[in-house]
Every structure is written in C-alpha cells, then in structure tokens.
C-alpha cells in the first residue's frame, strides 16, 4: 500500500466512526466532520506519492521513523483529524504536517 492509499484509508476509517456515532443534538456535527473526511480522503487519494503534501507528511513522521509504513498519525494529529469539519482537504494535510512538526508549517505555496 502506497503512501497516499494508506492516509486515504485512515481518512475514510475516521470519517466511518464519525458516521458510527450517535449523539444526541450533535447539530449535523458529525456528519460535517464525515463528509470532509471523505472529501480529503478522496483528495489525497487522487495525489502522486512525491506530492509535496504527502513529502511533508513523511518528513513530519506522520508514515514512520522512515517514511515507509502505514500512515500513523501522533496525538495531536490525530485530534485535528477527528474535528475537521471545515476547509479544503490541503488545509486538513498542512494542519496534519504542522502538528507533526515543532514550528509548525506554513500553507503551501
């Protein structure tokens, strides 16, 4: 499995336990966080494997200490995974790199 499959399957597993979740008054909440899952899902998908989104992935660590496995986010990560509901799926990715990375990271240019 490729980089981008790998962080396109994460996204889709994230986005099916948002759909999973059953919260009383959530005000269309998780089915926001859901559908820009997929979108982003899709989106990184649809990306070569050196795209320099996924290149600052790997650098950030977010695929291992080598950047050749499965796409693991760290905690941090992780949690702006888990409430992204709004924004473009590269805003998703570059909030994703900047967490994995002291400093932080600018958006692309």
Same mark, same amino acid.
């Given at each position: ?9 994460? *996204?889709?597993?994230?986005?099916? @336990? ?12 998780? +089915?926001?966080?859901?559908? +820009?899952?997929?979108?982003?899902? +899709?989106? +990184? %998908? ?28 760290? %905690? ?7 409430? @992204? ?5 590269? %805003?998703? *990715? ?10 932080? *990271?600018?958006?692309?240019?």
């Amino acid at each position: 499995m490729g980089t981008t499959d790998s962080l396109a399957g994460y *996204l889709r597993a994230r986005a099916r @336990w948002r759909l999973d979740r059953v919260q009383a008054r959530d005000g269309g909440w998780n +089915a926001r966080c859901a559908l +820009a899952l997929l979108d982003a899902a +899709a989106y +990184a %998908e649809a990306l070569p494997g050196d795209d320099p989104l996924i290149e600052a992935l790997r650098e950030a660590g977010c695929f291992g200490p080598h950047g050749c496995g499965d796409f693991a986010p760290d %905690e941090e990560s992780a949690k702006i995974i888990d409430s @992204w509901h709004d924004g473009e799926p590269w %805003e998703l *990715l570059a909030a994703i790199t900047a967490a994995g990375r002291p400093g932080g *990271l600018t958006a692309p240019c």
